[in-house]
């Protein structure tokens, strides 16, 4: 019956199972196996109760058992009874002084009793049985640490060190600790600064490229006022051992501190470098030297350290991003258009995307798919704010003009002025097309010289509202804003604006002098040969 209970437990017949158990129990309540055998069918059926209540009988009934202790002894555990639980260990581990996981049971339940002075005991009494070891003092180490007893923790470090003296990283700790300890109470304690100083040393001495030690020493070199503190930051950041999240921490710091410090930014692109050598198909190397760059205006090498990033993670967005705004503020809007189009098989449904894409395609003369990658940017659009609907539409807009759909262009136009009455580039270029186009000149006067206020000084906003003066036949005027771009600049088609103006007002010798210099400056109107060559104004 007993051994018909076993098999069907092994098969997770756990009701049968315990049929079984229960028949051999009332045929021999003194026999403690099939308890035993009850209480794990419970612990496996998750019924707590009934594995305790059984565990207990079974260890009552022949408590010289070692199996039936630490079966008593886990199932106290797995129902929370840590104090109870650890008892059972303790006696374990004295029972059998050589097996470790006793040891280490008897202290876990001790640490989630919340006694861990109990715990380090427990380590203590293996360690006076069985010798040090690693593992010991790991956790007396930790165990101190989270008491908040520096010191002792410390000791166990050194203790460990003096067991294994050729591991660095042991060393390393240990020097970590003692620069945690000289800044426990606020102040720096030379003292233990010192000392780590010297298990750095140590550590160099075992390895020269240790990073972790080059940096110890450059952290010390840094407190001491030393000149050499670069000379080992940067064999820290060349060792790869020196963990790359750290390095980056580390530059972030440098990146706030070297906006007016040209030795320090020196440094920090020396230790770019380093951390290239070190890390050369990380993407995080490669994103945060393009930062440095991109903040410093070496636009074309930032974006060269963006698309290195991608090609090796690329799904992190956020570097894309950064790559098609590199893009537009180089005017290298080809890549604009590719970069665009990579990223939109990453993130389909990225808005942002389709304006980059819309805005490539634009510029470089592909209108059609300009309007189609708008359109769908926009439809991606979720509650947006007047200023970001106005970005897609006034590139929509532009793109539409050129293909000469005027309607849907001026449409656009009307609803970013109406939306942003100060948008001073539509303002100006909608006001001009109009003024090409002879329509609404009252309109695109009342915008040309709202985009006068808003940005005294420009040449090509004052040539806009004198053109569009002159088209209404207000010649003065005209001249006077006309002749104001062509002091601030004017190009070839603003001086032969001018020109015109001077025909309107009787002087031809004037004009036909400023057409000539349009002419030398580059103007390719349809009408200028012929205005110089007659001498008049040709509408």
């Known amino acids: 019956m007993f051994i018909e209970g076993n098999s069907q437990e092994f098969i997770g017949n756990y009701a049968k199972a315990k049929e079984l158990y229960l028949l051999c129990i009332q ?8 308890y035993y055998a009850m209480s794990q ?83 203590e009494r293996a360690e006076e049985t069985m010798g040090p070891t690693p593992d010991f003092f790991t956790e007396k180490y930790r165990l101190y640490l989270e008491s908040g007893k520096e010191k002792d923790a410390i000791g166990e470090l050194v203790k460990m060190v003096e067991t294994d003296p050729a591991n660095i990283m042991l060393r390393i700790h240990l020097a970590q600790g003692y620069e945690s300890l000289a800044r426990s109470d606020g102040g720096l304690n030379m003292d233990y600064i010192e000392s780590a100083y010297e298990e750095y040393k140590r550590v160099i001495e075992l390895d020269p490229e240790s990073g972790y030690g080059h940096l110890g020493i450059a952290r010390y070199k840094d407190i001491k006022g030393d000149d050499d503190v670069s000379e080992h ?26 906006h007016a410090d040209a030795a320090l930014l020196e440094e920090a692109y020396q230790l770019l470098e380093a951390m290239l050598l070190a890390h050369p198909e990380d993407p995080k190397t490669y994103a945060i030297y393009g930062d440095f760059l991109s903040r410093d205006d070496q636009l074309a090498k930032a974006r060269d350290m963006f698309v290195k990033s991608v090609g090796l993670a690329p799904d992190n967005y956020v570097i894309w991003n950064e790559i098609m705004v590199l893009d537009a503020r180089l005017s290298d809007y080809d890549s604009l258009y590719l970069h665009a189009g990579d990223a939109m098989e990453l993130f389909p449904n990225q808005a942002d995307l389709y304006y980059f894409r819309g805005l490539g395609a634009y510029q470089t003369g592909q209108y059609d798919e300009a309007i189609e990658s708008l359109e769908n940017g926009k439809l991606l659009l979720l509650n ?82 004198g053109w569009v ?22 190009s070839a088609v603003v001086i032969e604006h001018y020109g015109d103006v001077q025909f309107k007002l009787g002087n031809p010798e004037e004009a036909i002098k400023y057409w000539k210099e349009a002419k030398e400056k580059g103007s390719e109107t349809e009408t200028l040969d012929e205005k110089i060559r007659t001498g008049k104004y040709i509408e």
């Open 27 to 34: 045929k021999d309540k003194k026999n403690p196996a099939p």
């Open 41 to 123: 069918v419970g612990l496996k059926t998750g019924d707590y109760l009934l594995s305790l209540e059984n565990a207990q009988k079974a260890f009552d009934l022949e408590e010289e058992n070692s199996s039936y202790r630490e079966n008593l002894a886990n199932v106290l555990y797995q129902g929370g009874e840590f104090m109870a639980a650890s008892q059972h260990y303790v006696e374990l581990s004295s029972t059998f002084p050589k097996e470790v996981r006793y040891y280490l049971a008897a202290a876990d339940c001790f640490e989630k009793a919340d006694k861990p002075e109990e715990a380090i005991r427990v380590y």
């Open 233 to 258: 930051m940067i064999k820290a950041f060349r060792s790869p051992d020196l963990n790359i999240d750290d390095k980056v921490r580390m530059l972030l710091d440098y990146y706030e501190q070297t």
């Open 384 to 465: 947006p704010s007047n200023s970001l609907l106005n970005e897609y539409n006034q590139t929509l807009a532009d793109a539409h003009y050129r293909k000469g759909e005027l309607n849907e262009a001026f449409a656009l136009y009307d609803e970013i002025v109406e939306k942003d009455p100060s948008n001073t580039y539509v303002l100006n270029n909608y006001a001009y097309y109009l003024s090409l186009e002879g329509r609404d000149l009252e309109k695109a006067a009342t915008m040309a010289k709202r985009a006068n206020e808003l940005v005294p000084g420009r040449s090509s906003y004052q040539d806009t509202y």
């Open 469 to 490: 003066l002159f088209l209404q036949g207000k010649y003065d005027s005209a001249e006077e804003w006309i002749g104001k771009a062509v002091e601030n600049g004017g």
